[in-house]
């Protein structure tokens, strides 16, 4: 991939690190092997370090951008709400700052729903797209799931003191980031039309103990093409996206899973259909 415009600095581990600047944001992010592009949207809350199982093993074969979100690990907070649709604006933005054309985009939980509206608003810029543990819409959650949503705020940020991440990033203002991750994770959303124009293969992976109706699931694969007819012997009725569903385990521990990695190379290997 072309890099004319990365401003990065090499570390000791050979990761490049650098801030990009967009859309008024300095907007962090890590750079790890070579090869085709493969940008990773993280969780809420954390940042790059929910990849430090998978990263390096992506990073054998791809050039694995790990970013920060907005307000998230080493990307400062700025004077704006935090949204969806901005924050798949500054992935648009970074991608043509890094000079690439076309990239694979994994996101997961709250990054997979930012990588998914960015496939949305840049069909263009994203060439094969992985969720992992993701909604499409606000109602795809469990109702205890949204009844802790309903309660983020500055008083659910005091645990945090004492939580490795207030070690990795010392200087955050947690109150801030969970008061607006509240804000955000309370509005309404359904993208169910958005998603039937997709036109990027899809990799949909969920926990069997998600966070999510099974329905949800379900909906999620058959919106993208999936569970439509019998694939024949030949195989020539399967979709194009994919779905897996891990068993035991759960919306805070797939990351973690010892088959992950395969899977999720497997797809992005594959021929375009």
């Given at each position: 991939m072309a890099k004319k415009k990365?401003?990065?600095?090499a570390t000791s581990k050979k990761v490049k690190?650098?801030?990009?600047?967009?859309?008024?944001?300095?907007?962090?992010?890590?750079?790890?092997?070579?090869?085709?592009?493969?940008?990773?949207?993280?969780?809420g809350v954390g940042a790059s370090?929910?990849?430090?199982?998978?990263?390096?093993?992506?990073?054998?074969?791809?050039?694995v951008i790990a970013v920060h979100l907005q307000a998230h690990g080493r990307t400062a907070d700025i004077e704006r709400p935090l949204s969806f649709e901005f924050m798949a604006d500054d992935i648009a933005a970074l991608i043509k700052h890094l000079g690439v054309?076309?990239?694979?985009?994994?996101?997961?939980?709250?990054?997979?729903?930012?990588?998914?509206?960015?496939?949305?608003?840049?069909?263009?810029?994203?060439?094969?797209?992985v969720l992992i543990s993701v909604a499409f819409k606000h109602n795809g959650f469990y109702p205890e799931v949204l009844e802790g949503f309903a309660h983020m705020g500055?008083?659910?940020?005091?645990?945090?003191?004492?939580s490795?991440?207030?070690?990795?990033?010392?200087?955050?203002?947690?109150?801030?980031?969970?008061?607006?991750?509240?804000?955000?994770?309370?509005?309404?959303?359904?993208?169910?039309?958005?998603?039937?124009?997709?036109?990027?293969?899809?990799?949909?992976?969920?926990?069997?103990?998600d966070t999510y109706h099974i329905s949800?699931?379900?909906?999620?694969?058959a919106l993208l093409g999936?569970?439509?007819?019998?694939?024949?012997?030949?195989?020539?009725?399967?979709?194009?996206?994919?779905?897996?569903?891990?068993?035991?385990?759960t919306h805070y521990d797939i990351l973690s899973t010892s088959y992950l990695t395969s899977i999720v190379t497997s797809f992005l290997d594959a021929p375009m259909p």
């Amino acid at each position: 991939m072309a890099k004319k415009k990365v401003s990065a600095k090499a570390t000791s581990k050979k990761v490049k690190d650098g801030y990009a600047s967009v859309n008024g944001l300095n907007l962090y992010y890590e750079i790890h092997g070579e090869g085709e592009p493969l940008i990773l949207l993280h969780g809420g809350v954390g940042a790059s370090e929910m990849f430090e199982v998978v990263s390096s093993i992506f990073a054998k074969s791809r050039e694995v951008i790990a970013v920060h979100l907005q307000a998230h690990g080493r990307t400062a907070d700025i004077e704006r709400p935090l949204s969806f649709e901005f924050m798949a604006d500054d992935i648009a933005a970074l991608i043509k700052h890094l000079g690439v054309e076309r990239t694979d985009l994994l996101g997961y939980s709250l990054g997979g729903i930012v990588a998914l509206r960015t496939t949305i608003r840049y069909p263009e810029l994203i060439h094969k797209l992985v969720l992992i543990s993701v909604a499409f819409k606000h109602n795809g959650f469990y109702p205890e799931v949204l009844e802790g949503f309903a309660h983020m705020g500055p008083d659910a940020a005091q645990f945090m003191s004492q939580s490795p991440l207030a070690k990795l990033y010392p200087n955050k203002d947690w109150a801030v980031l969970f008061t607006k991750l509240g804000h955000l994770l309370r509005q309404d959303f359904d993208w169910s039309k958005d998603v039937t124009k997709i036109k990027s293969p899809v990799m949909l992976i969920f926990a069997d103990a998600d966070t999510y109706h099974i329905s949800h699931i379900m909906e999620f694969f058959a919106l993208l093409g999936g569970g439509q007819r019998d694939a024949g012997l030949d195989g020539s009725g399967k979709p194009k996206s994919r779905l897996a569903i891990l068993p035991n385990t759960t919306h805070y521990d797939i990351l973690s899973t010892s088959y992950l990695t395969s899977i999720v190379t497997s797809f992005l290997d594959a021929p375009m259909p």
